[in-house]
């Protein structure tokens, strides 16, 4: 029996120890093995790697920039929401966890950066409401702090200064 086939065993039993663990509530439950979290091939708009551990990218936009930079763009007529926040905190999460070695990706070395036209009021007020500040390093980049597991900014292109970003 090759591993792969081990490891669905595992699962059956684990499964059906979560339903016997939670029998007195299982008609307010709702099992779901093996649940796919998406139709389509998972993917990133973009990664941005730093070559030079010790380089300073002068740019306003990349200034929060670590090693690694998980990028999502929102077009002008797209929304920019708190689940678009939470998926982009996916991918990095994913991105980190799929290296080939364990911890080759630390976490302290992943940003999140979420760009779009207009300013996000709601996905700024829906991050306040879960006790996240909202800073504003420069016009139209703002850093979101908190308890966070990677240092996250938003950037909304309508309010950057012309003469220092394309």
């Not at 990028?71 to 939470?86: A, H, N």
């Amino acid at each position: 029996m090759d591993q792969k086939e081990l490891n669905k065993q595992w699962h059956q039993g684990f499964y059906g120890a979560a339903e016997l663990e939670f029998r007195q509530d299982k008609d307010n439950l709702i099992f779901d093995t093996e649940h796919y979290l998406s139709k389509e091939p998972l993917r990133m708009d973009m990664l941005i790697v730093k070559k030079k551990k010790d380089f300073t990218i002068k740019n306003e936009l990349g200034h929060l920039f670590k090693k690694y930079n998980v990028i999502e763009y929102k077009s002008p007529d797209d929304g920019l929401t708190i689940d678009d926040f939470s998926k982009t905190t996916g991918y990095a999460c994913l991105y980190k966890s799929l290296a080939q070695t364990t911890d080759e990706i630390p976490l302290d070395e992943i940003t999140i950066s979420l760009v779009r036209d207009r300013y996000p009021r709601r996905l700024m007020e829906s991050l306040e409401s879960y006790g996240y500040s909202i800073h504003e390093y420069c016009p139209g980049i703002y850093y979101i702090t908190g308890n966070l597991m990677f240092a996250t900014q938003i950037v909304v292109t309508s309010r950057l200064e012309k003469d220092h970003q394309l």
